[in-house]
C-alpha cells in the first residue's frame, strides 16, 4: 500500500490534509482522504451563552430575595447575607463573560492553558475532524466521517484538593440526607416546579382577560363567553395550586418571618395573631389565602354575571360593553396580583431557608459550594455535545 500526504492549507483555525492511498498491489486503485481538523467555533459561543443564562438566574433570584421585605431581624440578616452571596456570582461571571468576549486571536484552549482561571469555563483540547473518503472508481460519491475530541471536562483552575466534583456531590448528597428532608435537591425541584406552574397559570389568566376586553370592545358575545370560560377555568387551576402543601408550608414560614409587632408579648391570641414560640405576632389580612382566593371567586361570578348580561343583548356600543367589564376586571387583576405575591413570598422563603441550611452545612448555593465547579463542568462538556449534535445535522 502506498500513500502521498499533501498538506493542502493551514491557519490558525483550520489544518487540512490529502492522502492518497493505494489500494492494490497493481497501484492502480486509489483512494483518496481530505483530512480536515480544526477548532470548534461554539468553543467561545457556549460559554459565553450559558454564562449569561446563570447570570440572569442569579439576577431574577435577587429581585425575589429583594422582593421580600418587613421581615424580622433574623430572616433579614439572612436575606442580605444570601442577596450579597448570589450577587457575587453575578459579578464573577459577568467578568467571564467580559473577559470571553474581548478575547482575541485562536479560539482553542490547550492542555497548557487548562488551569487558567479566565478560561476555566473553556473546553480543553477541542478539536473537530472531518475526514471524506472516496476511490478513484466513484469519484461523485464519498463517505464523511466526523470525530470530536476533547479533554475530560474538569474544573482545573480549582484544584483537586478536597477531589473533582463527583467526590463533592457525593459527599453534599450525604450531609443532605443525614440533616434534614428540607436540604434535599428535590425540594428545591418542587418549590422550583411549583413556582413555574403557577406563573404560567397568571400567564393564562393575563392573556384570557386581555381576550374579554377585546371581545367586550368588538361586542362579540361568543368570543365574550369564551374568554370568560377560560378565566373561570384557569382561576380554579390558580385556587388549586394556592392548595398544595409546600404553599401552606410557606404561609407558616411567612408568620415566623414577619417583623414583630407585639414587642411585649402581652396581646391575648387572636385570629390576626399567631404565636411564633416567643411572643405573639400579627398576620397581616393578605397572609389569609383562603380569604384571598374567595374573594377572587367572588369577583370572578360578579365578572361572570356582567358577562352572561351583555350576551343577552342583541344590540350594544362598543364602549359601554367594554366599560360594563373593566372596572370589574381591573378588581379581579389587583386580586389576583395579591394572591400571587402571597405565593411568590411563601415559594421565596422556602428557597431562602434551603439556602441558608446548605450554607450553614459549608454547601454554599453560590461560588463557595460544588455549584462553582458544577457550571464550569457543564458548560466543558454542553459545548462539545453542541459540537456533536452540529456535525450530525451537517453530516
Request: proline share 3%.
Amino acid at each position: 500500500m502506498h500513500r502521498k500526504k499533501k498538506e493542502c492549507g493551514k491557519s490558525s483555525h483550520f489544518l487540512c490534509v490529502q492522502l492518497r492511498i493505494s489500494v492494490s498491489r497493481d497501484g492502480l486503485s486509489f483512494i483518496k482522504v481530505w483530512e480536515i481538523m480544526g477548532e470548534g467555533q461554539y468553543t467561545w459561543t457556549i460559554p459565553i451563552q450559558l454564562l449569561k443564562l446563570f447570570i440572569n438566574e442569579e439576577k431574577e433570584r435577587i429581585v425575589e430575595l429583594n422582593e421580600l421585605t418587613n421581615l424580622s431581624h433574623s430572616w433579614a440578616k439572612s436575606r442580605d447575607e444570601m442577596l450579597q452571596e448570589h450577587m457575587n456570582v453575578v459579578t464573577y461571571y459577568s467578568d467571564m463573560v467580559s473577559d470571553l468576549e474581548n478575547h482575541t486571536g485562536s479560539t482553542f484552549k490547550s492542555s497548557v492553558a487548562k488551569g487558567a482561571p479566565e478560561l476555566e469555563f473553556v473546553a480543553t483540547n477541542l478539536h473537530i475532524q472531518r475526514m471524506r473518503v472516496m476511490t478513484d472508481k466513484k469519484p461523485d460519491k464519498s463517505v464523511l466521517y466526523d470525530v470530536v475530541t476533547i479533554g475530560a471536562p474538569a474544573a482545573h483552575s480549582l484544584r483537586f484538593k478536597q477531589g473533582g466534583l463527583r467526590r463533592l456531590l457525593f459527599s453534599s448528597k450525604d450531609l443532605r440526607t443525614s440533616s434534614s428532608l428540607m436540604l434535599s435537591e428535590a425540594h428545591v425541584t418542587k418549590i422550583r416546579h411549583l413556582s413555574q406552574n403557577v406563573e404560567a397559570v397568571k400567564a393564562g389568566i393575563d392573556s384570557a382577560r386581555d381576550s374579554l376586553l377585546s371581545a367586550a370592545e368588538k361586542c362579540v358575545a361568543p368570543e365574550l363567553k369564551q374568554a370568560m370560560q377560560m378565566i373561570k377555568e384557569k382561576v380554579d387551576q390558580l385556587r388549586m395550586q394556592c392548595e398544595a402543601e409546600l404553599i401552606a408550608t410557606g404561609s407558616q414560614l411567612a408568620c415566623d418571618a414577619l417583623q414583630q409587632d407585639n414587642t411585649d408579648g402581652c396581646r391575648e391570641p387572636s385570629s390576626d395573631w399567631v404565636f411564633n414560640g416567643e411572643t405573639y405576632i400579627r398576620i397581616p389580612p393578605e397572609w389569609h389565602l383562603d380569604t384571598l382566593c374567595q374573594k377572587l371567586e367572588q369577583l370572578c361570578l360578579w365578572l361572570e354575571s356582567k358577562v352572561d348580561a351583555l350576551c343577552q343583548l342583541k344590540h350594544g356600543i362598543a364602549s359601554s360593553w367594554h366599560d360594563c367589564v373593566s372596572l370589574v376586571v381591573k378588581e379581579v387583576t389587583v386580586q389576583i396580583e395579591l394572591v400571587m405575591r402571597h405565593v411568590r413570598t411563601c415559594l421565596s422563603l422556602l428557597l431562602l431557608q434551603v439556602e441558608c441550611q446548605w450554607n450553614s452545612l459549608g454547601l454554599s448555593p453560590c461560588l463557595m459550594g460544588p455549584r462553582h465547579r458544577r457550571d464550569i463542568v457543564l458548560t466543558q462538556a454542553v459545548s462539545v455535545c453542541w459540537c456533536v449534535v452540529l456535525c450530525e445535522i451537517e453530516t
